[in-house]
């Protein structure tokens, strides 16, 4: 999903900057509350930021001026709720512009766009949405994750399609080329991003029950600890 340095026409490569700058700069007020009101947050957070990095380092190439990659916003947008994750994603995508080549900086609007963005708030709406109907938690975080990952690659598809038009069938011509090719690359990386996020979901359950009951994911009865339904987590949800 990362698309290659220089690739957009400039004017789309700023219209998705200023799109995406109003994220980026709730994200960081959002962010910076939760540091100073919770400063024990900092490890996870910093965890959530690294577990970003890493999986979305892991390009496979795809269609000719971007890749398929997972993208590990999932499990960010659950813990601390999208506004952060567009901050940490943004942070991760400029220094894999800066140090790995992977994006770049003129086409860093777009990719923050469909990565830290539109990803974080369709899985984490997708999971809040399970929730509420009592799905369990690792169901729940498994689709929050796959719909991250999945949505991203339909968001690159649009910003593809909309610069590249086809000659014959104009956008939507292009908008299924795009998105059929990403299909067969990006489908089994989701699920695997999905199958993984679960896997690390179980270790924060056994090793940080006290954050995550904090957090909003797991709550307190007196049944003993359970996972939380969004409407338990209303209290301490911001």
Not at 29 to 34: A, D, P, Y
Not at 46 to 65: C, D, E, I, Q, Y
Not at 141 to 164: H, K, M, R, W
Not at 214 to 234: C, I, N, Y
Request: proline share 6%; glycine share 10%.
């Amino acid at each position: 999903m990362h698309i290659a340095e220089g690739f957009l026409p400039p004017v789309h490569a700023v219209a998705w900057g200023v799109a995406s700058a109003p994220f980026v700069v709730h994200g960081a007020r959002s962010l910076i509350r939760e540091v100073r009101e919770h400063p024990e947050s900092t490890l996870l957070m910093g965890a959530s930021g690294a577990f970003t990095f890493v999986l979305s380092a892991l390009k496979l190439p795809s269609v000719t001026g971007s890749c398929s990659h997972p993208t590990g916003t999932g499990l960010g947008a659950i813990l601390f709720r999208p506004p952060v994750m567009a901050v940490l994603g943004t942070i991760t995508l400029l220094f894999q512009a800066l140090l790995l080549a992977h994006g770049g900086l003129t086409t860093l609007g777009a990719n923050v766009f469909s990565m830290t963005v539109v990803g974080p708030w369709a899985g984490y709406g997708v999971y809040r949405l399970l929730r509420r109907f009592d799905v369990p938690l690792m169901v729940a975080v498994f689709f929050g994750a796959f719909v991250a990952d999945l949505s991203t690659y339909c968001v690159t598809s649009v910003q593809l399609a909309l610069a590249f038009p086809d000659p014959g069938s104009g956008f939507w011509g292009a908008l299924g080329k795009f998105g059929s090719i990403f299909a067969v690359t990006q489908i089994p990386l989701a699920v695997s991003e999905g199958l993984l996020t679960v896997l690390v979901m179980r270790m924060l359950v056994q090793s940080s029950k006290g954050e995550l009951t904090r957090l909003g994911v797991l709550v307190t009865s007196a049944a003993g600890l359970r996972t939380a339904k969004p409407a338990d987590a209303e209290a301490v949800a911001r």
